[in-house]
Each structure stands twice: as C-alpha cells, then as structure tokens.
C-alpha cells in the first residue's frame, strides 16, 4: 500500500524560504507514471493547486501554477524515494495545510488518488 | 483560470436523505472533473473521477453525472459518515483549479 508522508518546520518567518519534503513508502515515486504533487489548503478554505512533477520521461520537468510560480521549485529525488516544495518570500497568506499528493494522468492533466495527512505551516515572526 | 463555483454552499440533511451536490465550470471541460470528500483534519479522498467513474473503494450510493460545465455529485442515501465538505476539481487545464467546497450537515 502506497503511503504520503510531509514533514517539515512548522513554523516559517516572514520573507524567508518554506521547505517540505514528502516521503513515498510502498512503491517507487520513479515507477510508474504519476504526478507528484502539492496542494494547499488555508484554514477554513477551499483547496489551491501548487505543483506537480512527472514521474516518467527523462524531463521531469514540474508544472506550477501561474499564481506561484515566481515563488515556487519542486524537485523528485529518486534515491530517497522523496519529492520536495521550496517557497521563497513567505508571508502570513502562505499560512496554510500542505498536502502531497499522487496525480493520476488523465487527457494530459491530473486528478489526485493519494494525499498525505497534510502538515501545517504557520507564517510568522 | 477556470473558475469552479459549487452550490449551495451548506446543505443541512437527514440520514438517509438523498443529496444532490453541484459545480459549475467557467469553461467546458470534456469529462475531465473529479469529486472528494474530506472530513475534519483529514485529507481529502477521491470520490470521482472522469465525471463518473467511482474511485477505487467507494460505495455505489455515490454517484457523478454531467459534462462541459454542469456536474452533479449525488448521495443516494446519506449515512452518517458522509457528513462532510465536498470538492470538485477540473483536469481540463492548467492550472488546476478546486471549487469552494460544499459542507454536508446534519439537519
């Protein structure tokens, strides 16, 4: 059974760089054709899409979305079966849950079968 | 950015009740839309995917319907356990975009 696991600092000041790493157990995040992802959920709202990596091909290219991509990096490290979200220029909105998630390719975008527990990342000083 | 509008925003049910939830696409979407049900302090699951298609393990008194812009999310019969807030989320272009969510009460 294929499990999600985020970790990270809870707690993240104004103006510097919030780092997650989501760990895959169950399967190899290399295997197969997926779109590891992150997801974000503020407290009481709805659900934003914040990006995702393609598992298979040689690119691995990530897609963001537009409204953070300025900010925003993700990387797949295959070695340690993880996959990761860097988010620079933090501020009180970016206080929020943080899914990962696995994507499910489906006529060339994605839905999510898998999520992790979430974690909470608080933006303050 | 397609914007997904969900009505209503709360719907206060009893047990047993039949339930009948909506979501909107700005734009067509072809069947490229999923639904989800999340719970307090969980995460969400996939529900339906495909407009139609039950996820893995999810029982048959859920069901999707519609295409282009107009979906529905129906619960035959609410059990208690499906008191909850539900998503919708199109696939049909980037980026990806969730609806508001619609909380299922208790009556």
């Known amino acids: 059974q294929v499990h999600l696991q985020e970790s990270g600092p809870g707690l993240v000041k104004p103006s510097q760089t919030l780092s997650l790493t989501c760990t895959v157990s169950g399967a190899s995040i290399s295997s197969g054709a997926y779109y590891w992802s992150w997801i974000r959920q503020p407290a009481g709202k709805g659900l934003e899409w914040i990006a995702s990596?393609?598992?298979?091909?040689?690119?691995?290219?990530?897609k963001y979305s537009p409204s953070l991509e300025s900010r925003v990096s993700m990387s797949l490290d295959t070695s340690t079966n993880q996959f990761s979200l860097k988010l620079n220029s933090v501020t009180a909105a970016d206080t929020a849950v943080f899914y990962c998630?696995?994507?499910?390719?489906?006529?060339?975008?994605?839905?999510?079968?898998?999520w992790g527990r979430g974690t909470l990342v608080t933006v303050s000083s | 950015e397609v914007v997904m509008t969900q009505s209503p925003a709360t719907l206060s049910v009893s047990p047993g009740e039949r339930v009948t939830l909506s979501c909107r696409a700005s734009q067509s979407l072809g069947g490229s839309f999923a639904w989800y049900q999340q719970k307090p302090g969980q995460a969400p699951r996939l529900l339906i995917y495909?407009?139609?298609t039950r996820a893995t393990g999810i029982p048959d008194r859920f069901s999707g319907s519609g295409s282009g812009t107009e979906f529905t999310l129906t619960i035959s019969s609410l059990q208690s356990e499906d008191f909850a807030v539900y998503y919708c989320q199109q696939y049909n272009n980037r980026p990806l975009t969730f609806g508001g969510g619609t909380k299922v009460e208790i009556k």
């Open positions: 998630a696995r994507g499910i390719p489906a006529g060339g975008y994605w839905f999510f079968d898998l």
């Open positions: 495909g407009a139609s």
């Open positions: 990596v393609y598992s298979a091909g040689s690119s691995g290219s990530a």
